[in-house]
Structures are given as structure tokens and as C-alpha cells.
């Protein structure tokens, strides 16, 4: 199991077989061999403000409710990798490591992963630049799997959220969508990867789903509520048809 990435006090040798899941080859969307940092014209026209970089791993994950456990046995190279307000990119190296350029001075950054490959879910991701960690990825066949087990429609747009403290699960926690989101959220329960619950609190993993997310402004907020009382996280980024993956601390003691 990987470290967490923690967003501040707000936040694979390839295998074979047909009947694998996962086995949805990656068409390299980034291109042009492993691991080089590209930085865009947004990146490269200020000049001024100097760069450092963000440096993280993708973690190719089968179960939503554990953003964690990793699958190490496929290739993750030539994944793109884009910052969702600079435009900068960057490309993984066959584990999955990539460093992406951000203005110096940057705390956190939005990555935008998998809009550049189909068999992908895209995904947004922020991080903090200062931590290194797991970026979690999947496919779009473990999506699609989990919806269908639920009865739910594909969504505009969608937040995945894990209630935890000091790198530990919470169970017990409600979540609040943002205003507007059409569903009540899924959390995890007890009967594997896609067994989630409408309504009610966290399972024993801490997750938390939410479905048909207004894209109305590009970044909402969402409500906790643990023991010690209300908490928002906000500046939360959204885009129309894709999964926002917030592993990080939510609930602050």
C-alpha cells in the first residue's frame, strides 16, 4: 500500500487474458516516450514567475473504496498528465512516475489524467506540489462496472471523497454534495468494490461517491460533518464528464 497524498488541511510489465478487467491497453496518449516533462505555452510564456515541479505517481486502482491499493502488473507509460489551470503536461514512465511544471510558488495543483486515452476515466486529481505520493487512476470498465451494480446513469460529472484523519479511514462521516447535484451520495459498504449505499454515512473505507455533480461553475463545495462539526472543503474542481478524486484530509479533529 502507497502513501496518501495529502492536499493540505482542505485535502503496471503488461499481463494477458480476455476476461481481465483491467486488461484495457493504454494507447499512450501522452506519446513520445516515458517520463519528459513538456511545458505549455501557458507554462512557458511567464517567464517571470519562475518553476518548480510536482512530483507523484499514477496508482492504477480496481476497488473505489480503496484509493490505495495499487495494481503494479501493466504498464502505465505515456499517460498524459495535465495541469487543469496552466495547461502545463507531462508523460509517465512505465511505473507511473511523472514530474509536471508549476509556477514557483505554487502550493497545489488540479491534474487533469486519462482525458488523453479512452480506456481511461478522466479524472481531476489535486495535489500538493510538496508531496509525493499516489495519483489514483482506473479504467473506464471499473467504472462502468460500478454503475452498473448501482442502477446509476453516467454522470455530467462526479466527486469521489474519502473521509480520513492522520492517514486513517473514518466510518460514520455524512457528506454533503454541492447544491444543485442530482443524487444522493454512495458511500462504501460492506460487500466489495461495488457495493455502495444511497444515503447515510462512510463504511469502514471512508468513501464517499457522488453522482450528476453540477458543472454550472468550474469549482464547488462540499460539507462534512464529523463529530467536531461542520467542515467545507471547497475549490473543488469539476468538468462535464469526468471524476474528481479528492484522497487527502477531510476531517480536521
Known amino acids: 500500500m502507497r502513501s496518501l497524498l495529502l492536499l493540505g488541511v482542505a485535502l503496471l510489465a503488461s499481463c494477458s487474458g480476455e476476461d481481465d478487467p483491467m486488461n484495457a491497453p493504454p494507447t499512450g496518449g501522452g506519446g513520445g516516450g516515458g517520463g519528459g516533462v513538456v511545458v505549455s505555452d501557458a507554462m512557458a510564456s511567464n517567464s ?9 505517481t499514477l496508482c492504477l486502482i480496481e476497488d473505489l473504496q480503496s484509493p490505495t491499493v495499487c495494481r503494479t502488473d501493466l504498464s502505465l507509460a505515456n499517460i498524459l498528465i495535465e495541469d487543469l489551470e496552466t495547461g502545463a503536461t507531462a508523460t509517465t514512465d512505465e511505473s507511473g512516475n511523472f514530474s509536471i511544471d508549476v509556477f514557483e510558488g505554487t502550493t497545489k495543483v488540479k491534474l487533469k489524467v486519462g482525458f488523453a486515452d479512452a480506456a481511461y476515466k478522466n479524472a481531476i486529481v489535486p495535489i500538493a506540489v510538496a508531496s509525493q505520493g499516489d495519483v489514483p487512476l482506473f479504467t473506464e470498465v471499473t467504472w462502468t462496472a460500478l454503475l452498473n451494480a448501482n442502477g446509476a446513469a453516467d454522470p455530467t460529472a462526479s466527486i469521489l471523497a474519502y473521509a ?5 479511514t473514518i466510518e460514520g462521516i455524512e457528506m454533503e454534495p454541492p447544491s444543485g447535484t442530482l443524487v ?3 458511500y462504501d459498504g460492506p460487500g466489495g468494490p461495488n457495493d455502495w449505499i444511497s444515503g447515510g454515512v462512510t463504511g469502514p473505507k471512508g468513501a464517499a461517491l ?4 453540477p458543472i454550472d461553475s468550474p469549482n464547488v463545495s462540499i460539507t462534512i460533518r464529523p463529530d467536531s462539526g461542520l467542515q467545507t472543503l471547497a475549490d473543488i474542481p469539476v468538468l462535464d464528464g469526468a471524476t474528481t478524486i479528492l484522497v487527502h484530509e477531510t476531517v480536521q479533529n
Open 184 to 186: 444522493a451520495p454512495l
Open 48 to 56: 517571470d514567475a519562475g518553476a518548480t515541479s510536482a512530483t507523484a
Open 210 to 213: 457522488m453522482l450528476g455533480v
Open 164 to 168: 480520513t484523519a492522520n492517514g486513517v
